[in-house]
């Protein structure tokens, strides 16, 4: 899963940042509205958490630019804690969740898992899939109830296609959304991590579209 961070206030963007990556997402970062407005709308991401109070552009008016331009991306808006006013706004320019300063990095996670669930139809924090099951409020992954070690990577390659269950993925989209801008991307790399996760979660857990992309099926 790909996060877009909007912050200005750069130690709260470091901790956010490094909390975000320990949880498992790639993130992209930006320090005020213009850079955050170009990164969300030319680069995929699954949500963003976007301040309001940014320079340079407003959080508001980066926001009401991306629904303009018909981008559905989920947004977490940061506010100030007395700033009533900033929420309503913000949720009547497209936000779909806010949160108030200070906060809990714990209820941050929340949020985000319960809107990225949301996009896709999804109620439950335990993904399934067959016998694989992924609780996104802890990350653990377990097969026939047994606990599965998984590397950052090949975590973050689960979770997206456990979150599209059903639906083709190409490589590309992969690509897109398990690394941050600046990662040196490998195509290859893709059918590293999808050969180990066959090892660990079964053969016939992920299935080869040929041509197409990668999909979990629907248990039978």
Known sequence: MRVLLVEDESLLRAQL??????????VDEAADGRE?????????????????????????????????????????????????????????????????????????????????????????????????TLDTRNGMVTRQGMPVNLTAHEHRLLSYLMHRRGQVVSRSELIEHLYAQDFDRDSNTIEVFVARLRRKLGADSIETVRGMGYRLMPAA
């Open 36 to 132: 955050g407005l170009h990164l969300g709308s030319t680069e995929p991401h699954d949500a963003i958490v976007l301040d309001l109070g940014l320079p340079v552009l407003d959080g508001l008016t980066v926001l009401q630019r991306w629904r303009a331009q018909g981008c559905d991306t989920p947004v977490l808006i940061l506010t100030a804690r007395d700033s009533w006013h900033e929420k309503v706004a913000g949720i009547d320019a497209g936000a779909d969740d806010y949160l108030a300063k200070p906060f809990h990095t714990a209820e941050l996670l929340a949020r985000l898992r319960a809107l990225v669930r949301r996009s896709h139809g999804l109620a439950s924090p335990l993904l399934q899939h067959g016998d694989i």
């Open 17 to 26: 940042k490094a909390t975000l990556e320990q949880a498992g997402y790639a």
